[in-house]
């Protein structure tokens, strides 16, 4: 299994760009966050999912959308990035059920000038 | 809603000693709650949980937290700190729900 896999890696974008961020993962998993992470701030949940076709705000949801239109992926969308999204987005999974492991991406540096 | 503190964003402990750090959480109902270690430049990695059976939870790497109700604190420690400890640390809670939210993280280093 490749986990939960996100793409790109590192991404520069311009004041007012959009772009997506690619998240998939193999374990079949029902729910699926995006957070970002922020010196001093830990991880913000932005959006989340509990399944296919289903989605909800996190805590700081604003200037990004999401969609789950397949278990495996759920993508992240800048509509009009400012630089206060510079930032590292993680894309994590997990189980049904509150105690389940949640297993995280290797992220995603994106840098907004 | 549930949130969580972690009281102190550095932590700083001679290789050997005792690391302790702290984590509160706020939540309506029990809760489940985890601690995730971020080592540098790196995703994040499941340390331990607790999903209401015993109080006292071992995870990996030697650490273990103690879920104490009435303090609503679900602190982590190790009784020998070593080098390959130093990272970052996130305490994270769960209600019923399907959200987990994060702590600010606290950084912990470890001095030879």
């Known amino acids: 299994n490749a986990g939960v896999t996100q793409t790109p890696k590192f991404q520069v974008l311009k004041t007012g760009q959009s772009m997506t961020l690619q998240c998939a993962q193999d374990m079949n998993h029902e729910y699926m966050s995006w957070y970002r992470q922020d010196p001093g701030m830990g991880l913000r949940l932005i959006h989340y999912?509990?399944?296919?076709?289903?989605?909800d705000q996190g805590e700081v949801p604003n200037g990004y959308n999401v969609s789950r239109s397949t278990t495996e992926d759920f993508p992240l969308r800048l509509l009009s990035a400012a630089p206060s999204q510079t930032s590292v987005y993680f894309c994590?999974?997990?189980?049904?059920?509150?105690?389940?492991?949640?297993?995280f991406g290797p992220g995603t540096r994106l840098t907004v000038t | 809603a549930q949130s969580v503190t972690q009281l102190g964003s550095h932590v700083s402990v001679s290789e050997g000693a005792l690391v302790l750090l702290r984590c509160n959480y706020s939540?309506?109902?029990?809760?489940?709650l985890f601690w995730y270690v971020q080592y540098p430049n790196q995703g994040l990695q499941l340390l331990l949980k607790y999903t209401s059976a015993a109080t006292l939870v071992k995870g990996i790497n030697g650490f273990e937290a103690e879920f104490k109700k009435s303090e609503t604190s679900f602190h982590l420690t190790k009784p020998s700190a070593h080098m390959s400890d130093a990272a970052e640390y996130f305490c994270?809670?769960?209600?019923?729900?399907?959200?987990?939210?994060f702590g600010s993280g606290t950084r912990l280093s470890i001095r030879p």
């Open positions: 994590a999974s997990r189980d049904q059920g509150s105690g389940g492991e949640q297993y």
């Open positions: 939540s309506s109902v029990p809760p489940y």
């Open positions: 994270a809670v769960s209600d019923a729900g399907s959200k987990i939210i």
């Open positions: 999912s509990v399944g296919a076709g289903i989605t």
